[in-house]
């Protein structure tokens, strides 16, 4: 859902940051704010394990695994302070590995690896705004997972754009090539339901 504003006006992670604390959780693309819905227990029971699966595989490594709430700020128009950002998200999942992306706020460098899990509030959103969103800023690998038909689509970013995607389901293992060695297997990620 998104927030009335006046017509032309683009939201700032200034204006974000000055939200009312009304218990909601919003997310700011293009300058449009969007209250993002409570997550399904299944949902919460997939990030769980994918965020403990990739915490496990990074503990002593350079990169790290940091799950929602945590604030992407995607400077991708040249914006040079937070009252000019206009593209704050709350991934699922994000993975770094410059430990100088990471601010007391978050990040505004945008992440090696985002996960997204789908929710019928969310579905559209993940798969065509962030989608195109995240291939903008250059977000090296994107993470569709699909709990209803049990599969991660994987996305990887050749400099340019998102190349198709390789899809993983159950009796899988996701590898991935910006986190050298992890694996997982979806039996294991889709177990918890």
Not at 59 to 78: E, M, N, S, T, W
Request: glycine share 6%; charged share 25%.
């Amino acid at each position: 859902m998104a927030l009335q504003h006046a017509e032309g006006y683009k939201y700032t992670y200034r204006d974000y940051l000055n939200m009312p604390d009304d218990g909601n959780r919003w997310e700011i693309i293009d300058g449009v704010p969007y209250m993002m819905a409570a997550p399904h227990p299944r949902h919460q029971m997939i990030s769980s394990t994918l965020s403990g699966e990739l915490y496990s595989y990074l503990k002593g490594r350079r990169c790290q695994v940091f799950y929602a709430p945590f604030d992407v700020r995607l400077a991708i128009h040249g914006e040079k302070t937070d009252d000019d950002i206009i593209n704050t998200v709350q991934p699922d999942i994000v993975v770094y590995c410059n430990p100088f992306a990471i601010d007391d706020l978050g990040s505004k460098v945008p992440p090696d690896v985002a996960v997204e899990i789908l929710s019928p509030s969310s579905a559209k959103m993940d798969r065509v705004r962030k989608f195109h969103l995240y291939e903008k800023a250059g977000v090296k690998e994107y993470w569709l997972v699909d709990g209803t038909h049990k599969q991660i689509d994987v996305y990887l970013h050749d400099g340019y754009k998102f190349q198709p995607k390789v899809s993983y389901g159950i009796g899988d293992t996701l590898n991935t090539t910006v986190l050298d060695g992890f694996s997982v297997e979806l039996s294991d990620v889709f177990s918890v339901e």
